[in-house]
């Protein structure tokens, strides 16, 4: 089983910036891809962010391009998600994800493990 426990939401104001962490445990984890999504109330959970085993595969879905920047330290089995420039928009649940494979995707059913959310609001 592997477990992923997020950190760092908040409340900031528009414009301003958040960082995202979230911590893998478990000896099921093999350390391959991983992905950022988040979810607001009534909509379901739209991909954010996406990153492989070794960093080499990066992509973002088009509204966070240029303001987030997903990364890992695979050493310390942490994933990071920085968030500059955020507006409005951006809130919502926030959720890591990891896969056993290392295939790059973007849809929610390739991956295996979720944490709970951290919620991010961003005031106007």
């Not at 911590?23 to 991983?34: F, H, I, N, Q, V």
């Amino acid at each position: 089983q592997v477990e992923l426990v997020e950190y760092g939401g908040g409340l900031v104001q528009a414009g301003g910036s958040l960082r995202l962490s979230c911590a893998l445990s478990g000896r099921s984890w093999t350390g391959s891809a991983m992905a950022w999504f988040r979810r607001t109330p009534g909509q379901e959970r739209e991909f954010v962010a996406f990153i492989s085993r070794l960093s080499r595969t990066i992509f973002y879905t088009d509204s966070v391009r240029g303001r987030f920047t997903i990364s890992r330290d695979n050493d310390n089995s942490r994933l990071y998600l920085q968030m500059n420039y955020l507006q409005p928009e951006d809130t919502a649940m926030y959720y890591c994800a990891a896969r056993r494979y290392n295939g790059a995707t973007s849809h929610e059913k390739d991956f295996d493990w979720w944490g709970q959310g951290t919620q991010v609001t961003v005031s106007s």
